[in-house]
């Protein structure tokens, strides 16, 4: 048995029906992290679809409770082959979105999988169930080509709050800190960066929403009879935000900026197109930083984005003065930004301007910090390495993710290099009805993931001593 045969092994597993009989098995389950009433679904999930499978495949497993009130648990898998040989962990979510029954498609619902042509539609086909399947599979190919060995150790770590925020993933990487002790993170959620273009990303921006606010009077007074003599509250909450951005979404705070671009994340960058999708909107050149490519701009500098504003009534005004306005604007950031200092940030710069009185709100206690693995560590380089030979093409590095995932978790409470390998894709109705996987990313990402699993077992592996 060779490299070449784990990689048919693992293609033969979407080929014969397999990974499509599991992922519908899968999906069946409701397991709506949103939805209070699905708790014991969450349980089961894990219990009684996860265990046996990974008990399949020489795991042992355990459900460790969650320490948040009301939110769901997690499983710990492993299976160790030898202490002094390298570990992966790899992560997965088991938790879906809302399934929205009735806003579907006709002939689609969330929880069953609908195949139409290359596209396997159904609620968690690509967040989340789809991908981490895709990667135990590729795991099954490559015991079956070792004859029942990997080379190397494995970890799982499931959990079932992912798209809720992840409440208490950081307690459980605390505590269980001794049984999740790996070397490397390889995990997978989140889209490429095009179908076509297979990706790892390293890291992951973080988000800070911030409530600017004014209230001015207890009710509206008329335009004609009090226009000019009394406070606008839409039009000082206007300017405060157009003290933090300009009319070409260029931050004005130098306090709301990162760091200096590294050299090896502009490199990483160079070249990579952005957007061209059939459902990506038209990107505008001339919009955010100056002096940089959009795609250093979407993932490599932070930006601030107004989400929602409000005043009055704009669909039926009236002739008044408002009494209050309020809008939420969007720390997207990158690593490297002093989180400490974005309200600090904010504050003296509307009090620079004048607008002393506009309240500055964080919404969030303390943003979890982004993350970004140097793309010149040399778990890159073996991963692109790898890929590249299982493709015959390379692969897209991402720095980090223009979203947001708890990769500060394991990069920061585990300490670990962390590499993530999308098998999603934009347009994958993520999140929305009539979600679903693309069947020849699934086929692409069996071979590039056997690879991996393949490669952490031969010579040449950085964690190996």
Known sequence: MNRDTALSLATSIIDDGRLLDVLARRVAWHTESQVPEQAPALYAFLADEMMPSLAALGFTSRIVANTKPDAGPFLIAQRIEDPALPTVLVYGHGDVVR???????????????????????????????????INLAALEAVIQAREGKLGFNVKFLCEMGEEIGSPGLAAICEAEREALKSDVLIASDGPRLAAGLPTLFLGSRQAMNVRLEYKAREKAYHSGNWGGVIRNPATMVANAIASLVDGRGRLLVAGLEPPPMPNSVRAALAGLPVGGGETDPEID???????????????????????????????????????????VVQLRFVAGTDTAGIIPAIRARLDEMGLKDVEVISMRAEPAPATRLDPASPWV??????????????????????????????????????????????????????????????????????????????PGTPGRG
Not at 104 to 126: C, K, N
């Open 381 to 458: 380089r073996w991963a692109v390495a790898s890929v590249t030979e299982s493709l015959g093409r390379p692969p897209a590095v991402l720095p980090n993710i223009g979203g947001t995932l708890p990769n500060h978790v394991f990069a920061n409470i585990l300490g670990l290099p962390t590499i993530w390998v999308p098998h999603s894709y934009a347009a994958c109705g993520q999140h929305a009805p009539d979600e679903h996987l693309l069947a020849p990313v699934a086929r692409e990402a069996l071979t590039l993931m056997a690879g991996l699993f393949w490669d952490l077992g031969a």
């Open 99 to 133: 399934g929205m029954e009735g806003r579907w498609r006709e002939g689609l619902e969330p929880w069953e999988i609908v195949v139409e042509g290359e596209r396997w539609y159904g609620r968690g086909t690509a967040d989340n169930k789809g991908q981490f399947t």
């Open 285 to 327: 050149p001339d919009w955010g930083a100056d002096g940089l490519t959009p795609a250093e701009r979407l993932f490599g500098w932070n930006t601030l984005e107004v989400l929602a504003m409000g005043a009055g009534d704009p669909v039926s005004p009236v002739n008044a003065v408002p009494p209050t306005a309020t809008a």
